[in-house]
C-alpha cells in the first residue's frame, strides 16, 4: 500500500515537474515562430493595387530567405478594416503578416468605434516603401499651376472640386491638407475606387484630384493631365519638372504615402527581428527596387522601433487635421 502511494507521489511530482519545464520551454518554441507553416500576407485592398504588389514583390523573397511558403490573402473591404481586424486577431506566432499602407493610422479618427487600436494592437516589422502622390488637373478646368488653383479657390470659394477614392483615403487627406494650411475652399466629391473618379477627371467632371504617381503618368506624359504638384520635399525622377507643394511656402505638405508590413501584438521579438533581417534582405535587391519604382514607389527598410514611431506621429497628425477640417467617414 506505501509502496503504491509513494509511486502515485512521484508520477505526480514527475507530472508537475515536466508540465513546469513545458511552460519554460514555450516562449523559447513560440519564439521560433511556426516554421513550417506558410507565410500568410494578409493585404486588406483588392488584387493589382499598390499595397498587393508589394505582398506579391515580397513574398518570394521571403520564402528564399525563410524557406516557408506564403501566400497572398486579400480581404478588401471597409476601408482596409475588414483585413486589419483579421490579423490583429490572428495566433501572433510569425505565420500571418499585414501588408499595409498609412491609412491604417487614418482610420483610427475617421472610425471611432473601431475594434482595434494600430498601436497597441499591431506589432509593426518594417517599413517597406514610400509613394508619392501627385496632384494634377483636369485640361478642361484651365488650371495651369498650384498658383493658379490656390489663386482661383480663393476667389470663387467651393466652386472648384475634387475627387477621392472615398472618404478618408490618403488622396482625400492630402487635399484637406492643402485646403487647411492655404486657407481655401473646394468641394469634395467622393468616389467608390480610383477609376471612376479618374474617369471623370479626363473627361472633366471633376476639376483636380490626388493620384499616385504611377497612376497619373500615361495620362500626364499623354497630355490629358496636367501635373501641378508633387507630395514630396523634392521632385520625382519619373516627372523631374514637377515642382514639390513645399514651394507653396504654406507649411508641411509633405503627403507621401507609407507602406510597411506588420505582424499581430504579442508576437514575439525574435520572430519580429528575423522578419524584419529578412525582409531588409528582400528590399535591397535590384529586381524589387526596380518593381517598386515602375509604381513610383521608393523601397524603404527600417527598424520596428522607427517604423513604429512614424505611425504614433502620423496617426496624431492624421486626427488633427480630420478634427480640424471636421470630416467624418461616410
Known amino acids: 500500500m506505501?509502496?503504491?502511494?509513494?509511486?502515485?507521489?512521484?508520477?505526480?511530482?514527475?507530472s508537475i515537474l515536466l508540465g513546469s519545464?513545458?511552460?519554460?520551454?514555450?516562449?523559447?518554441?513560440?519564439?521560433?515562430?511556426?516554421?513550417?507553416?506558410?507565410?500568410?500576407?494578409?493585404?486588406?485592398?483588392t488584387p493589382g493595387t499598390g499595397i498587393d504588389l508589394i505582398a506579391r514583390?515580397?513574398?518570394?523573397g521571403l520564402t528564399a530567405q525563410l524557406k516557408r511558403p506564403y501566400f497572398v490573402d486579400n480581404r478588401p473591404g471597409a476601408a482596409g478594416n475588414i483585413g486589419t481586424q483579421e490579423a490583429v486577431r490572428a495566433a501572433p506566432d510569425g505565420s500571418t503578416l499585414l501588408v499595409s499602407v498609412n491609412t491604417l493610422v487614418m482610420n483610427s479618427a475617421l472610425y471611432p468605434?473601431?475594434?482595434?487600436?494600430?498601436?497597441?494592437?499591431?506589432a509593426p516589422v518594417t517599413l517597406t516603401s514610400w509613394g508619392q502622390l501627385i496632384l494634377v488637373a483636369s485640361t478642361q478646368s484651365g488650371i495651369g499651376s498650384l498658383q493658379v488653383l490656390l489663386k482661383t479657390a480663393k476667389d470663387k470659394p467651393g466652386k472648384l472640386n475634387y475627387g477621392s477614392p472615398g472618404t478618408g483615403?490618403?488622396?482625400?487627406?492630402?487635399?484637406?491638407l492643402l485646403k487647411n494650411r492655404a486657407k481655401v475652399?473646394?468641394?469634395?466629391?467622393?468616389?467608390?475606387?480610383?477609376?471612376?473618379?479618374?474617369?471623370d477627371l479626363l473627361g472633366g467632371q471633376i476639376d483636380v484630384m490626388f493620384l499616385p504617381i504611377h497612376v497619373a503618368l500615361q495620362h500626364v506624359k499623354a497630355g490629358k493631365l496636367k501635373?501641378?504638384?508633387?507630395?514630396?520635399?523634392?521632385p520625382n525622377a519619373l516627372l523631374p519638372d514637377v515642382p514639390s507643394l513645399q514651394t507653396l511656402n504654406v507649411g508641411n505638405l509633405n503627403v507621401d504615402m507609407w507602406y510597411g508590413v506588420l505582424a499581430p501584438a504579442g508576437t514575439p521579438r525574435p520572430v519580429v527581428d528575423r522578419l524584419n533581417k529578412a525582409l531588409g534582405t528582400v528590399l535591397a535587391q535590384a529586381d524589387v527596387a526596380k518593381a517598386f519604382e515602375a509604381q513610383g514607389m521608393t523601397p524603404a527598410h527600417s527598424t520596428p522601433e522607427e517604423f513604429g514611431r512614424l505611425m504614433a506621429a502620423d496617426s496624431k497628425r492624421w486626427a488633427d487635421l480630420i478634427k480640424a477640417q471636421g470630416i467624418t467617414a461616410e
Do not use: C
Open 21 to 45: 519545464l513545458g511552460v519554460m520551454a514555450a516562449p523559447f518554441g513560440w519564439a521560433q515562430g511556426a516554421t513550417d507553416a506558410p507565410l500568410r500576407l494578409i493585404v486588406p485592398f
Open 185 to 199: 475652399s473646394l468641394t469634395h466629391i467622393s468616389y467608390r475606387g480610383t477609376a471612376p473618379a479618374l474617369t
Open 113 to 122: 468605434k473601431l475594434p482595434f487600436n494600430p498601436l497597441t494592437d499591431l
Open 57 to 60: 514583390q515580397v513574398g518570394p
Open 227 to 234: 501635373a501641378l504638384g508633387i507630395s514630396s520635399d523634392k
Open 169 to 176: 483615403t490618403p488622396h482625400h487627406l492630402a487635399m484637406e
Open 2 to 14: 506505501k509502496e503504491s502511494m509513494t509511486a502515485a507521489r512521484l508520477n505526480s511530482r514527475r
